[in-house]
């Protein structure tokens, strides 16, 4: 049964969660770890991950086919509603497709739950942009990828935006923060081979191979290392892997946003299945 709460006033306290609270108070807010998911299709996808809501909030009297499947599916969770012109004052509300909603968080699995049974994985470093976060997330479900790992110092990929991003394949896709000890890069890229992997730094070198190159779609166990938008990766890191690989380019381009590398470098690797 809906339990609607009819909200009239952008400052009633109901509305914080969604309109005053940082994603860092969120994370921390009195005993629970919560996100916000945006837009009927990605609370859905969260719902069928398992994600547990708190709360949900709708401009008053939608009825369109979406956003009614996902209302039958929150019997006694609190559904607040308002007008738009309440609303619209929540910013990028337009952008959420009219349906908010506040969902538990969930203990992180390990590293080696992650990868069990991984044959292809992304290795996130220092990558902080919530939108290139959400937008790699999206391009490793669709392009054959098995698991997302992330450093330490990289965005959080239940930010608000970074989810909106991806469309909600967040919560397709297996993913873990890789713990601050074993430090990253000496211990973790050791982890990684300990677990069976081999290294791909995505960078500029000498040594360089191309994505392409034989050698990689013939490695069972894969993990594709990215770093952050402007300095990319680390010295440290480029020399632990076992290849460096690049994306050829013309034009006398060097390099490719983050996000749009990952999708080049994921389809090509990830072409390992349908071989």
């Known amino acids: 049964m809906?339990?609607?709460?009819?909200?009239?006033?952008?400052?009633?306290?109901?509305?914080?969660i969604y309109a005053r609270l940082s994603e860092r108070q969120l994370l921390n807010l009195e005993g629970e770890?919560?996100?916000?998911?945006?837009?009927?299709r990605v609370i859905g996808r969260a719902l069928d991950a398992g994600y547990i809501p708190i709360s949900a909030l709708m401009e008053e009297n939608?009825?369109?086919?979406?956003?009614?499947?996902?209302?039958?599916?929150?019997?006694?969770?609190?559904?607040?509603?308002?007008p738009f012109e309440v609303l619209k004052q929540l910013t990028g509300f337009p952008l959420t497709r009219g349906m908010l909603c506040a969902m538990r968080r969930r203990s992180l699995?390990?590293?080696?739950?992650?990868?069990?049974?991984?044959?292809?994985?992304?290795?996130?470093?220092?990558?902080?942009?919530?939108?290139?976060?959400?937008?790699?997330?999206?391009?490793?479900?669709?392009?054959?990828?098995?698991?997302?790992?992330?450093t330490p110092d990289s965005s959080d990929p239940l930010y608000r935006r970074a989810v909106r991003v991806s469309m909600g394949t967040v919560f397709q896709i297996p993913w873990?923060?890789?713990?601050r000890s074993p430090a990253w890069p000496e211990k973790g890229i050791h982890l990684l081979k300990d677990l069976g992997f081999r290294t791909a730094a995505m960078a500029l070198r000498s040594e360089t191979i191309r994505i392409d190159d034989p050698r990689l779609m013939k490695e069972e166990k894969l993990a594709v290392i990215l770093g952050t938008e402007g300095d990319?990766?680390?010295?440290?890191?480029?020399e632990g892997c076992d290849y460096t690989i690049c994306i050829p380019m013309a034009h006398g381009v060097d390099s490719l946003n983050v996000a749009a590398a990952s999708a080049v470098a994921f389809w090509q690797l990830g072409r390992k299945y349908d071989i």
């Open 2 to 16: 809906l339990n609607e709460i009819k909200i009239t006033d952008f400052a009633a306290p109901e509305l914080d």
């Open 33 to 40: 770890s919560l996100f916000i998911a945006e837009s009927p």
């Open 62 to 82: 939608a009825s369109d086919p979406q956003t009614m499947g996902i209302l039958s599916r929150l019997d006694k969770v609190p559904v607040y509603t308002a």
């Open 109 to 150: 699995p390990s590293v080696e739950d992650v990868c069990k049974n991984a044959g292809r994985i992304a290795v996130l470093e220092h990558v902080m942009n919530p939108t290139n976060v959400g937008a790699i997330f999206r391009s490793a479900a669709a392009l054959h990828m098995d698991a997302v790992l992330l």
């Open 176 to 179: 873990t923060f890789l713990d």
């Open 232 to 238: 990319g990766l680390k010295n440290a890191t480029i």
